[in-house]
């Protein structure tokens, strides 16, 4: 693995900037370069390979663990396609459980809880009705019900009122 690259710590701070504003000057006068000279030198730094490098880096980083849309309903679905099957096996010599490390992330990340009970092992996946009911609404099948409470005032107008407020008589 190559070595990692050390930044001073102004191209750190600027690299950190870059990323959260997205404004090479101004990235480049909060890393502490020059004020006059920071639009040359913004443009400078994002051209260094190793700077930019860093930057696409940490930028996939964040993607990664970012929360968007896309994610939770990815997460959503791996929720759904959850499958008992996977996590034990059951027939007339009893249930027995699959072994833990032969479940993928995505398995164990679909248990909702597990314990060990005196008459055996008890595992319980997250709620696929629950699931199903937020991917509906994700899904715009639900229209949420909002009741408004308070007090409502109202003025009547009538036709021959506008008709003087606006300068047209009848």
């Known amino acids: 693995m190559p070595k990692k690259k050390k930044f001073t710590p102004r191209q750190e701070k600027f690299i950190e900037e870059y990323i959260a504003k997205g404004n090479a000057a101004e990235a480049a006068r909060n890393a502490g370069y020059s004020v006059k000279t920071a639009d040359r030198i913004g443009h400078a730094l994002l051209r260094n390979l190793e700077i930019a490098d860093e930057i696409a880096r940490r930028r996939a980083e964040i993607r990664k663990t970012s929360i968007t849309p896309e994610r939770i309903v990815r ?48 595992i319980k996946l997250h709620d696929k009705k629950g699931i199903l009911d937020s991917l509906a609404r994700i899904a715009g099948m639900f229209v949420e019900k909002v009741e408004h409470t308070g007090r409502l005032e109202y003025e009547i107008v009538l036709p021959e009122e506008l008709e003087t407020e606006t300068g047209k008589e009848g």
């Open 75 to 122: 997460e959503y679905l791996q929720l759904l396609n959850a499958n008992m099957k996977d996590y034990a096996a059951w027939g007339p010599g009893g249930v027995k459980p699959r072994p833990s490390d032969t479940l993928t992330e995505e398995q164990t990340a679909a248990i909702s809880e597990i314990a060990e009970t005196q008459s055996g092992i008890k």
